[in-house]
């Protein structure tokens, strides 16, 4: 089964720039995405179609895609972007897959 | 505002049976795919299963097909996740999410419910 890989942890100071990876094989032929999921929350979409975001969410996020890995990078980060972060990837019908998650700490 | 409300968790023994529902509001129900997406406590997202707009293609992980069925009732804006033979390592939050696009398949999720909370015990 296709797997998406994330490091379990990223630790940032505050106001420095976090970069959270998702690699997985031929990552560049599929769509990608990005999720936040704060302590105790649902899941909230944060980027979108490869580098767009949804209404109300900063624009210290952004996120690039190429190749085997996809990068999502929070600039000048804050408290509140304490949380754990997930890529997701689909290619086809039925084939979406989460990644394995990464706890930022700040 | 755009709102999906899981409700019909909770315990029930490895073998058994459980039916979980979503309520969806704010939205055209009908024109959107749905999806059930899992996390085990303490564990990551795990996809679980899709059903199409109009409710006529259904979609299952490994992990439950053969055991889960999904469906839903476009005139009553709720899609359900019937679960069968439910085994301990499908304990998990199970949430319902809706997918970001109109009259597509596969995608982004931008609307989550809250999450029902399935425990398989004895």
């Known amino acids: 089964s296709y797997e998406l890989t994330q490091p379990p942890s990223v630790s940032v100071s505050p106001g420095q720039t976090a970069s959270i990876t998702c690699s997985g094989d031929?990552?560049?032929?599929?769509?990608v995405c990005w999720y936040q999921q704060k302590a105790g929350q649902s899941p909230a979409l944060v980027i979108y179609q490869d580098n767009k975001r949804p209404s109300g969410i900063p624009e210290r996020f952004s996120a690039s895609h190429s190749g085997n890995t996809a990068t999502l990078t929070i600039s000048e980060t804050q408290a509140m972007d304490e949380a754990d972060y997930y890529c997701?990837?689909?290619?086809?019908?039925?084939?979406?897959?989460f990644g394995t998650g990464t706890k930022v700490t700040v | 505002e755009v709102q999906l409300l899981e409700s019909g968790g909770g315990l029930v023994p490895p073998g058994g049976s459980l039916t979980v529902s979503c309520a969806a509001s704010g939205f055209t129900f009908s024109n959107y795919a749905m999806n059930w997406v899992r996390q085990a406590p303490g564990k990551g997202l795990e996809w679980v299963s899709e059903?199409?707009?109009?409710?006529?293609?259904?979609y299952y992980a490994d992990s439950v097909t053969g055991r889960f069925t999904i469906s839903r009732d476009n005139s009553k804006n709720t899609v359900f996740l019937h679960m069968n033979s439910l085994r301990a390592e499908d304990s998990a939050v199970y949430y319902c999410?809706?997918?970001?696009?109109?009259?597509?398949?596969?995608?982004?999720?931008?609307?989550w419910g809250q999450g029902t909370m399935v425990t398989v015990s004895s």
């Open positions: 059903i199409s707009a109009s409710g006529g293609s259904t």
């Open positions: 031929k990552l560049g032929d599929k769509y």
């Open positions: 999410a809706k997918l970001l696009y109109s009259h597509s398949v596969s995608g982004s999720f931008d609307i």
């Open positions: 997701q990837a689909w290619g086809s019908v039925a084939a979406t897959v």
